[in-house]
């Protein structure tokens, strides 16, 4: 049972990402002035705040573990640093491959000073709007991992979804470690939108 403070949060998140997502369509030109409020409207009314992800490769373990399985992921149609955080897992766009996306943690963004174990390498500091995402698994070389230790900083608007909760099989699924302000914005919507039977139905056939 949700309760009704819950219920309430939900709703103001909603309410922010419906304005958010159409005021973003607005000034691509996808709709007009007049069209906002019925985008607004409809988008609060009907939409969902989270999306399916199915995620392959061991990139993330022991964060996601398994080969393949579902995540659930919260939308972020505008993305800065107030809604995503250091810390976060997000899905972000794979800068090597387009029309492809990557599961991977944030792990600075503009204005970190980046640092190399290796002497030969120049620090350097993150440009605005600049992010650095790596991948959780240690056990994997950077070639492996493919993130930023590969391909460089990302832009933070390349990133398209916090992921919230995972399922590698119908008995093995739970909420994934993001950062404290990052869960504590995402715990309504998780509370409300999880539905593991869907997750189930939607696992990648092996």
């Not at 989270?50 to 080969?67: D, F, V």
């Not at 640092?115 to 390498?121: A, C, I, L, M």
């Amino acid at each position: 049972m949700v309760s009704l403070s819950t219920w309430l949060r939900y709703i103001a998140h909603k309410f922010e990402y419906s304005v958010s997502f159409s005021w973003q369509n607005y000034k691509v030109g996808q709709i007009t002035e007049k069209q906002v409020s019925d985008s607004v409207w409809k988008n609060l009314l009907q939409g969902r705040l989270t999306y399916l992800h199915l995620n392959r490769g061991e990139q993330m373990a022991p964060t996601i573990p398994g080969q393949s399985g579902a995540l659930l992921v919260r939308k972020l149609p505008a993305v800065d640093p107030t809604r995503v955080f250091v810390g976060d897992v997000v899905v972000v766009r794979d800068p090597e491959k387009s029309g492809h996306y990557l599961v991977r943690r944030l792990s600075a963004i503009e204005g970190y000073e980046m640092v190399s174990k290796d002497e030969k390498e120049t620090p350097f500091i993150l440009d605005k709007d600049e992010c650095w995402v790596l991948a959780d698994n240690e056990a994997l070389n950077p070639k492996e991992a493919h993130d930023s230790r590969t391909f460089g900083p990302v832009r933070i608007g390349d990133i398209v979804g916090r992921v919230i909760y995972y399922m590698q099989t119908a008995v093995d699924h739970g909420p994934v470690q993001n950062s404290h302000f990052g869960m504590q914005k995402d715990s309504p919507v998780l509370a409300v939108e999880l539905d593991v039977d869907e997750m189930a139905r939607r696992m990648p056939k092996e």
